[in-house]
């Protein structure tokens, strides 16, 4: 599968940004997705995971409760709604598709088999 990440770009702290990943291929269902992150310097941290269905996600502390994933198999696309920036969010963001159960959700890097090109994300203080 390939993937595509999109929405990135420059925003104030606070604000919001909506990150799209769409795949290709029709299996897209099968595949658990995740988006990662990497800022200059540091090593690619997880943020945020979800199963085949949607109805299982889950997210890095640093997120919880400002990031949201989201998925819609119909339009091989998985989302993340970001609020409340804060500086720190700064990175370049890149979706991913695991490959394993699908009923369960990844937050390993080596779990992911498939990785988008990434999209930059950067927020000012």
């Known amino acids: 599968v390939q993937l595509q990440a999109s929405g990135g770009g420059l925003v104030q702290a606070g604000g919001s940004l909506s990150l799209s990943c769409a795949a290709s291929?029709?299996?897209?269902?099968?595949?658990?997705m995740g988006w990662f992150r990497q800022a200059p310097g540091k090593e690619r941290e997880f943020v945020a995971a979800?199963?085949?269905?949607?109805?299982?996600?889950y997210y890095a502390d640093s997120v919880k409760g400002r990031f949201t994933i989201s998925r819609d198999n119909a339009k091989n696309t998985v989302y993340l709604q970001m609020n409340s920036l804060k500086p720190e969010d700064t990175a370049v963001y890149y979706c991913?598709?695991?490959?394993?159960?699908?009923?369960?959700?990844?937050?390993?890097?080596?779990?992911?088999?498939?990785w988008g090109q990434g999209t930059l994300v950067t927020v000012s203080s």
């Open positions: 979800i199963n085949w269905s949607g109805d299982s996600t």
């Open positions: 991913a598709a695991a490959v394993g159960d699908s009923g369960t959700y990844y937050i390993l890097p080596r779990s992911y088999e498939y």
């Open positions: 291929g029709r299996t897209f269902s099968r595949y658990p």
